[in-house]
């Protein structure tokens, strides 16, 4: 006998996947050209040169036992060194080597800080649609339940009057996305302040403290001078995961972090605690040679004016068609649309009968939409405008 929630992960593949794979296949039948696969999150532009320039040097310089080594389970020492400089640097907090804890990217980040502010059976994490769906998988895997609230729309930012609800004796911690996945929002000052108040009034009310986990992957990918707000300038528990898979279009390496500042309430305590989830899921360290490739290249993107101009299209074009663009993402490589009609699977499924692949949004947690992710090559956005007239039509738009 297996486990039954294992067996049941591993062959009921996500929604997005799945579309994903029927786009390969159909891609096959019809032609590439002739497929508007707007399903997955990948990268579409190349790491910047830097980035391969950096990785040539370390495989023709440095020692290649040194380089393919394991280093130690917290992460190379110079690495972490490096980066806490940098993001000293960059976000005017004193970050030390020792406040870094290296992963096999953001997700496994997060299954670390799942597992280790996880108490007992039963503990509670906040979750705010619309959210990236494997969310509930690692937050279940680590034996606690996510509580998710609904989203606040049209404008994706946090209902705070619903968070104080939903805050209990069980919560131990609160999870954001911004800038979003989804929904392409990047949360307000005011928003952090106010979700900072309402963490800090309710952690004194019940006596232990209610960390703020703040899933970064898309920090650099924002749009017409907005800016990311660093998270622990509002609220000092904040414990930030970060991976270098979109910035520097490197999904497939698997690498990034977790950082627990100086000021987090029992912060060596907490980051003790990641480390030990690490090796009961088998992380022994994150892989060594895109430690130290990231290190130094971190604070570098790749050409994001692709994604940039991509959105612009997007934006004009459907909004000329008579779907609702009037909120545009302010971050990320997704598109966050209306669907014409209350059911969102449906509008996909027509959608995709026209060999259009979006995702519905119900399986963020906002029903009703439908996500598109633009990180694909601008002449597939410059056809699939074709189509989307075809689908507003069929409408009646």
């Known amino acids: 006998m297996v486990s039954k929630r294992c067996y049941e992960l591993g062959t009921a593949r996500s929604v997005i996947r799945e579309l994903f794979e029927y786009g390969n296949r159909r891609a096959g039948e019809v032609g590439p050209e002739r497929v508007y696969d707007f399903s997955l999150g990948n990268p579409s532009v190349p790491p910047p040169r830097p980035v391969l320039e950096e990785l040539e040097r370390l495989l023709r310089e440095e020692d290649p036992l040194t380089l393919h080594s394991y280093t130690t389970s917290t992460g190379d020492r110079a690495v972490r060194t490096r980066l806490a400089a940098g993001l000293a640097a960059r976000f005017g907090h004193p ?48 034996g606690a339940v996510p509580v998710i609230l609904p989203p606040r729309v049209p404008d994706f930012q946090i209902d705070l009057d619903a968070l104080e609800r939903a805050i209990g004796p069980r919560t131990q911690g609160v999870l954001i996305n911004s800038p979003n ?48 707000p660093w998270v622990p300038d509002f609220y000092p528990d904040t414990l930030v995961c970060y991976s270098w898979s979109k910035s520097l279009s490197l999904p497939g390496e698997r690498i990034g972090y977790v950082l627990v500042g100086e000021r987090v309430t029992d912060g060596e305590a907490v980051l003790a605690a990641v480390g030990g989830a690490g090796r009961t899921l088998g992380y022994v360290n994150a892989p060594a040679l895109f430690q130290r490739l990231c290190a130094a290249c971190d604070g570098l993107t790749a050409d994001l004016s692709v994604y940039a101009e991509n959105r612009r299209l997007l934006t004009a074009g459907l909004g000329e068609l008579g779907f609702d663009v009037s909120i545009p993402p302010a971050g990320t490589f997704y598109y966050f649309l209306p669907t014409l009609e209350p059911d969102d699977a449906a509008f996909c499924d027509r959608a995709k009968a026209m060999d259009l692949l979006l995702v519905p949004g119900s399986g963020f947690g906002a029903p009703g939409y439908a996500r598109l992710s633009f990180c694909v090559p601008t002449q597939r956005v410059q056809g699939a405008l074709e189509v989307f007239a075809r689908l507003a039509r069929s409408y009646g738009r």
Do not use: M, W
């Not at 963490?199 to 898309?218: F, M, N, T, V």
């Open 95 to 142: 970050y030390r080597p020792d406040d870094l804890y290296l992963t096999a990217g953001a997700a496994a980040a997060l299954c670390c800080v799942f597992h280790a502010l996880t108490q007992r059976p039963g503990d509670e994490f906040v979750v705010f649609a619309p959210y990236f769906p494997e969310y509930k998988v690692f937050i279940e895997g680590a």
């Open 181 to 228: 996945n989804p929904a392409g929002v990047v949360y307000t000052p005011q928003t952090l302040r106010g979700l900072a108040q309402v963490l800090a009034r309710k952690a004194e009310e019940l006596g232990h403290p209610i960390y703020l986990i703040s899933d970064e992957p898309y920090r650099e990918i924002v749009y017409d001078g907005a800016v990311t």
